[in-house]
Structure formats: structure tokens, C-alpha cells
């Protein structure tokens, strides 16, 4: 049975801050459901449990990017690895918050900013869900993967941006609106 709620509780809000990984989906009419896997303690809860917030960094397509200029609609889900069992997911709006933005600075302040950062997608929570998730297995984090943070620091800003650019696409043509600048790097 699902428990559903209006908002993030506070301690939804600690289990979201225990989970190594978390999973973005979002769609947009006549394109491809994007599912998403993200880590590097990029999540955070703002505003009373009403809006959340995740720091993105560049990587090989920005389909939540296009997809939340063209729908809005954004899911995001938390599964318990470890004891207790648990699923719990957020429904809400996304929009994405570009360095070039006024609101960037301020959101940015909730994260550890490193190279490599595109933007931060900033979620009104509409409802959020807790199911069971005991069909999930238990699972140990061995360690966060240092790939992505090696592959922005090994080039010059210029070098970036210009692979930067080739990368910030969808893959079903819808468009995406690139950053002028790359930030905080």
C-alpha cells in the first residue's frame, strides 16, 4: 500500500539525504520516456519540504532539460538499498536554472560546486510517495565513481565548451537552451 503526502516530511528529507543514488524521469509529447541515474550527493530539499533541488553536471545528452522546457513534468525516485525497505518518489514541476540565471548563485549555495556543473533543475513539489520496496535488493556502496569529475578536469574551459556544446542535446531534436558560459569552472 502507498502512502502519498503534499509535501517533503522531514523525515523523508533525512532518508532522501542517506541515499547514495537517486533516478530522474521525465517525458515530453511524441519523445522517448528519459530515465535517468544520478549520485555525487547532488540533492538537496529546499523550502519546507515544497520545492527540492539537483545540481547537474555535464555528461552525454541534457534530455531533462528539453524535456522539462516542453512538458515541466519531472519524477523523482529514492530506493533504500539498505533496512528499512522503502521506495518513495516526488511528482512535481521542473524547470532548469542555467549559471547565467539570477536564481543560480543562490540556489548553487546549497551544493559543493565542481567543474563540470550545467545547471541545476529546481522541482515544485506537487506530491510525494512512499511504497515498500520489498522486492528491492540490499545492496553495499562500495564508492562513488570518480569518472565524471576526471573527465571535466582534464580540459581547458574552451576544450569543454566546445564538447560541452555537442553534448547539450536531446536525442529526439527537441531544444535545448546552452548555458553562454560554463559555470563556476
Request: proline fraction near 5%; glycine fraction near 6%; charge should be negative.
Amino acid at each position: 500500500m502507498s502512502d502519498f503526502f503534499d509535501h517533503i516530511t522531514e523525515k523523508q528529507a533525512d532518508f532522501i539525504a542517506r541515499q547514495p543514488v537517486f533516478f530522474v524521469a521525465t517525458a515530453a509529447a511524441d519523445a522517448r520516456i528519459n530515465l535517468s541515474p544520478k549520485g555525487m550527493d547532488t540533492f538537496r530539499v529546499l523550502d519546507a519540504g515544497r520545492a527540492c533541488a539537483y545540481l547537474d553536471y555535464g555528461g552525454s545528452g541534457n534530455e531533462t532539460h528539453a524535456h522539462l522546457a516542453a512538458d515541466g513534468r519531472i519524477t523523482i525516485m529514492f530506493c533504500a538499498f539498505d533496512q528499512p525497505a522503502l521506495i518513495y518518489r516526488i511528482y512535481g514541476r521542473g524547470q532548469a536554472v542555467l549559471p547565467q540565471d539570477d536564481d543560480f548563485s543562490a540556489l548553487a549555495s546549497h551544493f559543493t560546486i565542481e567543474r563540470g556543473v550545467r545547471q541545476i533543475f529546481l522541482i515544485a513539489v506537487e506530491s510525494t510517495q512512499e511504497s515498500c520496496g520489498w522486492a528491492v535488493p540490499r545492496m553495499t556502496l562500495v564508492a562513488e565513481r570518480q569518472t565524471l569529475r576526471k573527465f571535466h578536469a582534464q580540459e581547458e574551459p574552451a576544450e569543454r565548451l566546445a564538447k560541452y556544446q555537442d553534448r547539450n542535446r536531446s536525442i529526439d531534436g527537441l531544444p535545448v537552451i546552452p548555458p553562454s558560459i560554463l559555470p563556476y569552472n
